[in-house]
């Protein structure tokens, strides 16, 4: 009877162990934030997923930009899209910001000025001030700790005047024509209008680059295609090769042409 008593209770805690284990495979991934959250409280947790978008036919950048309240110069920095017109349904972007790196700090020194300290991390006096709730500049203590703003790339603004191209203009300032689209929320190239004020982007690092194609928008024929029209009958109309305006137009163009869709003409 007791051997019996024994093996009835062997087999209670078998079974109970194999339950637990079971319930603890099932919620693995919880109860592991769980345990490390038990041992220091003060752990950071994973930096959470960013969100993706699927882009649908006939989408834009600037589309998708407004859908989620971000900036079409962001979206495109973050998915590192040279012309956003240029973009393919199917792909997966981003278009949700980076997690905020660590803000750096900085301990007072006797002798240190706002002036000196805000030269030497290369951002503004009143930005300093002001992201440390300082108004007067005498109060800096040595010993203080003060937070160091993310030192903001200065970018110049230009007034556009009439004949002006997103292609003359990037070049007048040392960035490309895709870069200063996307950076001002351009998808059309023709829609840049006399009058109008851009921002200029900061040059991006020279990378090398294969053998470059035409790039559309400097002020040539814009052409609104119609039911029926082809690559072909489209380049005979403006007396052009068809690989003259399939390159022109680059991966924005689709295999098939529908009713509506701009193509750019080179001049002849």
Do not use: C
């Not at 903001?152 to 003359?168: E, I, M, R, S, W």
């Not at 680059?209 to 040539?220: N, V």
């Amino acid at each position: 009877m007791t051997k019996r008593m024994t093996r009835l209770i062997s087999g209670a805690v078998v079974i109970g162990a194999s339950a637990s284990f079971a319930s603890m495979g099932a919620g693995l991934a919880p109860a592991t934030a769980v345990s490390a959250q038990s041992v220091s409280g003060s752990v950071a947790q994973a930096e959470p997923a960013r969100k993706t978008h699927i882009v649908q036919p006939g989408e834009t950048l600037s589309g998708i930009a407004q859908k989620y309240g971000v900036k079409v110069a962001d979206l495109a920095t973050w998915n590192q899209i040279a012309d956003p017109a240029k973009i393919r349904a199917g792909a997966e972007l981003v278009v949700s910001p980076p997690a905020k790196p660590a803000e750096k700090t900085y301990t007072v020194v006797p002798g240190d000025t706002f002036s000196g300290i805000a030269k030497k991390f290369g951002v503004e006096v009143a930005e300093l001030m002001a992201h440390n709730g300082y108004e007067d500049p005498t109060k800096l203590l040595a010993g203080s700790e003060i937070k160091i703003p993310a030192a903001k790339p200065k970018l110049k603004n230009y007034k556009v005047v009439a004949g002006d191209t997103f292609v003359g203009i990037a070049k007048k300032f040392g960035v490309t024509a895709a870069e200063l689209m996307a950076h001002n929320g351009y998808d059309d190239p023709t829609k840049l209008l006399a009058g109008t004020t851009i921002e200029i982007p900061a040059k991006s690092k020279p990378k090398p680059k294969p053998k470059p194609t035409p790039q559309p928008g400097t002020g040539e024929t814009v052409y609104t295609t119609v039911a029926g029209d082809t690559y072909a009958s489209v380049a005979k109309k403006f007396r052009i090769t068809e690989e003259e305006l399939r390159t022109y137009n680059g991966h924005r163009a689709p295999d098939k042409l529908p009713a509506g869709f701009k193509l750019y003409i080179p001049s002849s």
